[in-house]
Nanobody, 119 residues
Framework: QVQLVESGGGLVQPGGSLRLSCAVS????????MSWYRQAPGKERELVAA????????TYADSVKGRFTISRDNAKNTVRLQMNSLKSEDTAVYYC????????????WGRGTQVTVSS
């Protein structure tokens, strides 16, 4: 059974930092491209950051470039999102996503973790 479990969300003041983690089980992490998405109330889910299965290709949404860093540790079955200089507009539920690097139909989602940026 494949499981993606996010953690690390919470309430933080503007300008603060959080580190999200995604613990992956039930699949070979090194065979999957991994991403973080977020969805704010009343808005569509959007891609925040993505990292290829080998870790050599990384992309970020323009809105988080220079503030967020995605990383992966295939040996520890973990994907992380370091979020710095947080803004109120970063408030959303953050989801971990995994997609097989050859068979894209094999796609998995976590249940999400809430990030709230507020003073």
């Amino acid at each position: 059974q494949v499981q993606l479990v996010e953690s690390g969300g919470g309430l933080v003041q503007p300008g603060g930092s959080l580190r999200l983690s995604c613990a992956v089980s039930g699949l070979v992490l090194s065979a999957h491209d991994m991403s973080w998405y977020r969805q704010a109330p009343g808005k569509e889910r959007e891609l925040v950051a993505a990292i290829s299965s080998g870790g050599n290709n990384i992309t970020y949404a323009d809105s988080v470039k220079g503030r967020f860093t995605i990383s992966r540790d295939n040996a520890k079955n973990t994907v992380r999102l370091q979020m710095n200089s947080l803004k109120s507009e970063d408030t959303a539920v953050y989801y971990c996503n995994g997609k097989h690097n050859h068979y894209s139909i094999l796609e998995y989602w976590g249940r999400g973790t809430q990030v709230t940026v507020s003073s």
